[in-house]
């Protein structure tokens, strides 16, 4: 069966947002290093599909570009109906039955792109698979949490890796759920 892997980052603190939503502190020019992109194209080749939340979507149509994942099949999660667009396809209801389903299908992997609500959803669910996390070096100290607080507790198993620390100070983790 295809993976669901949240390939994510977060500060040392635990927070993938700025309260109001904002990743300025993730994307800041800082921390580029020429000709590295932290494992994002290879990982990129796994996988076919996402997941989003409407909060994580919207922020995503605020950037300042074109929708970035136009090959990808996208799926939005929301509790209202909104119209598809060329690009993606709201889920509204039973939300576990629906990525239930849509792990059952054949294809590539599934990057569960979150954010925290949507996360919380799918650990809870039992349907989280994996897990890549990218520590960004800097405590924001307020934020919107990677999981959001109606997580239910849940071990992890960290998978060995090599070459996983950068030197802008990016960590980067793999778990197993
Ligand atoms: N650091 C990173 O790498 C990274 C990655 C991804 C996201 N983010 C950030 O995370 C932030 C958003 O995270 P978030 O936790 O606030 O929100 P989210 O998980 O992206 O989206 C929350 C929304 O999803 C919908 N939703 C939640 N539970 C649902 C359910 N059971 N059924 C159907 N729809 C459901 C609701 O949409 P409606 O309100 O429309 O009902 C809810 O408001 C953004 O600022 C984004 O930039 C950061």
């Known amino acids: 069966m295809r993976k669901i892997v ?3 980052a977060a500060s040392l603190d635990g927070y993938i947002a700025r309260p109001d939503g904002n990743i300025d502190w993730l994307t800041d020019k800082k921390y580029t ?3 590295e992109d932290f494992g994002y194209s290879a990982f990129l080749q796994t996988i076919d599909t996402t997941l989003m939340g409407h909060s994580t979507y919207k922020e995503v149509m605020g950037f300042d570009m074109p929708f970035p994942y136009p090959d990808l099949k996208n799926y939005v999660f929301s509790r209202s109906a909104h119209e598809d667009t060329e690009y993606v396809s709201f889920v509204k ?3 576990v039955e629906f990525i239930e389903k849509l792990k059952e299908q054949d294809g590539k992997d599934i990057w569960l792109i979150g954010g925290g609500q949507l996360n919380s959803l799918v650990l809870n669910a039992g ?3 994996e897990i890549i996390l990218t520590y960004i070096p800097i405590i924001l100290g307020k934020g ?3 999981f959001s607080e109606d997580a239910n507790e ?3 198993k960290l998978k ?3 070459g996983n620390q950068y030197r802008n100070g990016f960590v980067q983790l793999k778990y197993s759920c």
């Open 33 to 35: 290093i020429p000709d």
């Open 160 to 162: 060995p890796t090599e």
């Open 154 to 156: 849940h071990k992890l």
């Open 144 to 146: 919107i949490k990677l």
């Open 127 to 129: 349907l989280l698979d």
């Open 6 to 8: 949240l390939y994510i």
């Open 93 to 95: 209801d039973n939300p």
